[in-house]
């Protein structure tokens, strides 16, 4: 930091990465359209703006690490931005779960002549909630755990236990996403089977997509733990792991939960 800076701020330099990722994602939006359209280079430009948009994450996350490790940028202050920014996140994330919940609860509690005016909907074969779907249950909330066990050692000064908690953390999220995945292939039903497929494999696929989220996210803490990026004092981007984490956990509950007892998703 320089040192005749006399406020705890951080004014950033001038950046490419904001109007890259604008482009990619204006390339990704407009490709997206002209494919399922079926208009002759849709695919191609799709997938220059994903990979447009990939690059400009690394290589802009790339750079905030870089302020915040190495450039020491990242006082007290400066960190409550990223922690009140992820705090609103998680809280855009709970209404749009929200949604997905309130669409099964109404059409459970109050099912309609059109699925045969019973729930679940006449022809669908529910999943046994004590299976897989209790099985699933339990993997997440036992990563939450580990994520807390890294997050301890961390507080502690134990960097070494900080980087093996987090090995489980990934370990058992790969383990849930592989159960996810035979879930799927085993569920008498697919998304198209009324609001009760639509509600289901749209609310545990968007967990599910949140978990692999999560693990990439644990990866890359764990390589930074590794790297000794991460102090008890410092470690901010360690917190939305764990603040991330307990949310998919909740959700992952809710699920399990709303299986049960309304025999929904």
Not at 145 to 164: N, S
Request: aromatic share 16%.
């Amino acid at each position: 930091m320089i040192e005749s800076q006399r406020h705890s701020y951080h004014l950033v330099d001038p950046s490419p990465w904001p109007i890259s990722g604008s482009l990619g994602a204006l390339a990704t939006t407009v490709g997206g359209v002209m494919y399922m359209h079926s208009f002759q280079g849709g695919a191609t430009l799709l997938s220059l703006g994903l990979i447009f948009i990939l690059y400009t994450m690394f290589v802009w996350w790339r750079d905030v690490l870089r302020e915040s490790t190495f450039e020491g940028h990242h006082t007290k202050v400066v960190q409550l931005g990223p922690r009140y920014g992820f705090i609103l996140f998680i809280v855009s994330e709970v209404m749009f779960f929200f949604a997905l919940f309130r669409a099964s609860s109404h059409s459970s509690l109050a099912p309609t002549v059109e699925i045969g005016g019973i729930w679940p909907p006449k022809g669908i074969a529910v999943l046994d909630p004590w299976e897989i779907p209790f099985l699933n249950t339990l993997i997440p909330l036992s990563s939450g755990a580990a994520v807390t066990w890294a997050h301890h050692a961390i507080l502690a000064g134990k960097e070494k236990r900080a980087v093996y908690a987090l090995v489980a953390t990934v370990s058992l999220a790969l383990v849930f996403t592989g159960f996810q995945g035979m879930e799927y292939y085993q569920a008498p039903f697919t998304i198209s089977d009324s609001i009760y497929g639509s509600t289901f494999f749209l609310a545990t696929g968007f967990h599910g997509f949140h978990v692999i989220i999560g693990t990439i996210f644990s990866i890359i803490c764990g390589i930074r733990q590794y790297l000794g990026h991460l102090t008890k004092e410092h470690h901010i981007g360690f917190e939305a792991v764990a603040w991330y984490w307990h949310f998919v956990d909740m959700v992952r509950l809710f699920l399990f939960v709303s299986n049960y007892w309304w025999g929904g998703i």
